[in-house]
């Protein structure tokens, strides 16, 4: 079941776009400009209160459920801080015609437009400022425009939730029109919640990966690195005895090559003796755009992390860091 929290963005802005001049009688004034109403509504489609209530079920979860969802509140979020729109031409060559970025602060906000008229590709982006770790690249077309996560073998987690849309827009002359653009969350969100059971421990990093590395604004396709980054999860302070690491990203590939997952976590213990155990979850369910993803596991005496779930796999190496074959830094 999915829960879609739409706050309606009403925006109407001035655009002045002087692509040919309407001062003559005599000229051609099929690019003169009229005013038009734009209405930018931010869809929140997301299974996360869903995902938090089913798995999350006794009064110690429950807890751990509040405090990941108040870590998540500023990534599922029907709200938008900030805007960036381009106005593209629809011939071969894509070229944009303008761009324009606005903060908008809060659910509503109204403006005016002016266009001349023709025929528009639109994209529109929110939520960019404040992240830190994607950013817009190659947006001069409407065909290569495309967020970007920063390169790295080891990232951090996305600050916000990122919302992305694109329509066609056929400006007439002196005809009222509303242009409505829907906006879809690009993000997603994982976590592990580890019950620790008594066991004792010096430290626990939580890493995953699997995920895409960017996404093309224009045709809503994901792309992957060869290698995919390691994602750094954060750890979640849930008031109780349980542990809880979260991490947002770009989502993970829709169906699993062979009986590989599609993404994991890494889990590395340091043990009271000092020795590192690390574990692999593999998990084949996909992680798409707007999903929250809880895998539950506990804690056992020599450092291994074990899943509740019976269709995550489970690859553990005992006593690690002394291997010296590894990626993840510790």
């Known amino acids: 079941m999915r829960f879609v929290w739409a706050c309606c963005v009403s925006v109407c802005f001035s655009i002045l776009l002087l692509l040919t001049a309407c001062s003559s009688i005599d000229e051609d004034l099929s690019d003169c400009g009229y005013d038009y ?106 065909q290569t425009s495309a967020l970007v996560q920063k390169e790295g073998d080891v990232v951090e987690s996305h600050e916000t939730g990122i919302f992305t849309a694109r329509s066609d827009m056929d400006v007439l002359e002196n005809v009222d029109q509303t242009f409505l653009v829907k906006l879809f969350m690009a993000n997603s969100a994982d976590a592990l919640v580890i019950d620790p059971r008594g066991q004792e421990f010096k430290s626990i990093q939580v890493y995953a990966t699997g995920f895409a590395t960017g996404f093309n604004v224009n045709d809503s396709i994901y792309t992957f690195a060869e290698k995919s980054p390691t994602v750094h999860t954060q750890e979640v302070q849930t008031g109780t005895d349980m542990l809880c690491f979260c991490g947002v990203n770009f989502p993970s590939r829709d169906k699993p090559d062979g009986d590989e997952p599609l993404w994991e976590f890494r889990v590395y213990v340091t043990k009271m003796d000092g020795t590192v155990t690390e574990t692999v979850l593999g998990i084949r369910d996909p992680l798409k755009a707007g999903e929250l993803k809880i895998v539950k596991a506990y804690l056992d005496a020599d450092g291994s992390v074990c899943p509740t779930d019976a269709t995550v796999g489970v690859n553990i190496t005992l006593d690690w860091n002394s291997g010296g074959d590894y990626d993840t830094p510790l």
């Open 37 to 142: 109403e734009m209405v930018y509504e931010l869809q929140l489609v997301t299974n996360i209160s869903t995902e938090l209530q089913t798995q999350l079920t006794t009064e110690t979860e429950r807890q751990v459920g509040e405090a990941l969802g108040n870590h998540l509140s500023e990534v599922f979020k029907d709200h938008a801080q900030d805007i960036h729109l381009s106005f593209y031409d629809v011939d071969e060559t894509g070229e944009v015609l303008y761009q324009r970025e606005e903060q908008m602060n809060n659910s509503e906000k109204s403006y005016t437009i002016y266009l001349p008229m023709r025929q528009y590709r639109h994209l529109a982006l929110a939520n960019l400022q404040e992240n830190t770790w994607v950013h817009l690249e190659n947006d001069e077309n409407s």
